[in-house]
């Protein structure tokens, strides 16, 4: 036996579905403060401060405050936001580009070198790509036996994540002594430098747009040599260092 469904329950239902396909999507839609960026960026959340002459202050989604100058922003305005949207659009992410990176450090090793921590102060230029990988060029100055110049390829990848992510490193080059050749007590000394190599991982804090903290821990390779010359018998000494140390870098990372 057929059941007949009478008129007015199709339309009812038929209204029902209408309003469930496109209803829907205006109920999840709310009001959000958009900041929209000269770069390209645009921040959405909550407005906190606005000074049309300074700056603007805004909260975003996930309730963290950024301030920018107004010479930065291109408008700002109140527009609906699909809820469902928030975490792909929140977070600021580390993009393809060019990339500087500027770190201080220093070499942990045997308390039986007369060299216990030695300081060095690097700095990396390269390009990032989307991918999450990065090469780039490292120079910069370190103290072990006396001062070098460190010049080496410099390769990471950034393994998970969007604002804080960790990552893996690897560098190799060369140490070219900066100190020049001497004499003292009729003795003379000749620097030379030598191969470096590092490895380890890291990790990337990203705090404001375009701006991240960049904390690494690697093992590193530092060989370095000088001839010690008797100028009365003209005699020469060669002494080799090699350094296998922990290294433990901080520095900031801009994008």
Not at 39 to 60: C, F, M, N, Q, Y
Not at 127 to 141: D, M, N, Q, T
Not at 154 to 174: E, F, H, N, Q, T
């Amino acid at each position: 036996m057929k059941k007949i469904i009478p008129v007015k329950i199709k339309y009812t239902l038929a209204l029902i579905v209408l309003i469930s396909a496109f209803g829907s999507p205006l109920l999840l839609a709310q009001d959000a403060d958009h900041v929209y960026l000269k770069t390209g960026s645009v921040i959405r959340g909550k407005i906190l401060e606005v000074d049309p002459a300074d700056h603007v202050k805004i909260e975003d989604m996930c309730g963290n405050i950024w301030y920018y100058k107004i010479a930065e922003v291109e408008k700002i305005s109140s527009e609906p936001y699909d809820s469902k949207l928030k975490i792909n659009q929140v977070s600021q992410g580390f993009e393809a580009g060019f990339v500087n990176m500027t770190s201080i450090g220093v070499l942990v090793g045997s308390s039986h070198n007369s060299q216990v921590a030695p300081f060095s102060l690097v700095m990396v230029n390269g390009y990032r790509l989307s991918s999450g990988f990065f090469a780039g060029i490292g120079a910069g100055v370190e103290f072990f036996s006396t001062s070098y110049l460190p010049l080496f390829l410099d390769l990471r990848y950034d393994i998970i994540g969007k604002d804080v992510v960790p990552y893996m490193v690897a560098k190799g080059g060369y140490g070219f002594p900066l100190t020049s050749d001497y004499s003292d007590y009729n003795n003379s000394y000749e620097y030379a430098g030598g191969a470096l190599f590092g490895a380890g991982i890291g990790l990337k804090i990203r705090t404001r747009n375009h701006f991240a903290w960049d904390i690494g821990l690697l093992y590193r390779y530092q060989r370095t040599s000088y001839t010690e010359t008797y100028d009365w018998n003209n005699q020469e000494y060669e002494y080799e260092d090699i350094f296998n140390r922990i290294e433990i870098r901080i520095g900031f990372y801009i994008d």
